[in-house]
């Protein structure tokens, strides 16, 4: 039986994990702190993946619908979904500190600040 609303609000984290089935692979995923995640159980070149689509509330259950909808239609056509989140996610990332002209970065590397202190103590 499909999910609705009420039985998403309704469910209460207990000290077991718990899996909230949709149909078409789609589930709520209840962890024991209370976090409730939409999760995508697929198979893929007949090993079996999972893709996390997004936390509920911030992702309604119709979202989830829409992007396990839009996952199908990637699997369908031979690309691993779980594979092109990841790269996309990839692209997305830009350099945690920008670099100067000659190629070193602005900020000095974790660890340092800390070393110089040390020795400035001593």
Known sequence: MPLTD??????????????????NGLFLFVASGGTKSWRWKYRFQGREKLLTFGVYPQLSLKEARA????AK??????????????SLRASERTP????????????????VN?????????
């Open 73 to 86: 239609k990637m699997l369908s056509g031979g690309i691993d979904p779980a594979m092109q989140k990841k």
């Open 67 to 70: 992007a396990c909808a839009d």
């Open 114 to 122: 800390a070393t110089l202190r040390m020795c400035l103590n001593a």
């Open 6 to 23: 009420t039985t998403i609000c309704n469910v209460k984290p207990t000290d077991k994990l718990q899996k909230l089935f949709d149909g």
């Open 96 to 111: 945690l500190r920008p670099l100067r002209e000659n190629g070193t970065t602005t900020k000095s590397p974790p660890g």
